[in-house]
Nanobody, 125 residues
Framework: QVQLVESGGGLVQAGDSLRLSCAAS????????LGWFRQAPGKEHEFLAS????????AYADFVKGRFFIDRDIAKNTVDLEMNNLKIEDTAVYYC??????????????????WGQGTQVTVSS
């Protein structure tokens, strides 16, 4: 099992940048890919980005390419999401997750097996 704990959320203004962090336990034992999702009020979980712990591969949702960046720190067992030029529509609860899928880079909710509790990000005008 993988335990995940998110941090770094808060209230920011449109145009600001924010970096979210996710601390993971034993990421190379129970999962091979770590990712970030978000859930806005009344909506489903939305895939943002993922990174392969072993292969150092990344995948991004089209609407965040060039604005959001995912990275991992092997020594610290963390996966971070750097968000730039935040917009009001970015307001949501942000979750980190871990997947055991090995055939390809996962991007759907059902492909991720472990989830953190989430951290709130609110963007105001």
């Amino acid at each position: 099992q993988v335990q995940l704990v998110e941090s770094g959320g808060g209230l920011v203004q449109a145009g600001d940048s924010l970096r979210l962090s996710c601390a993971a336990s034993d990421p190379t034992r129970g999962a091979v890919t770590l990712g970030w999702f978000r859930q806005a009020p009344g909506k489903e979980h939305e895939f943002l980005a993922s990174i392969s712990w072993t292969g150092s591969k990344t995948a991004y949702a089209d609407f965040v390419k060039g604005r959001f960046f995912i990275d991992r720190d092997i020594a610290k067992n963390t996966v971070d999401l750097e968000m730039n030029n935040l917009k009001i529509e970015d307001t949501a609860v942000y979750y980190c997750a871990a997947s055991r899928v090995v055939a390809r880079m996962p991007y759907t909710y059902s492909e991720f097996d472990f989830w953190g509790q989430g951290t709130q990000v609110t963007v105001s005008s």
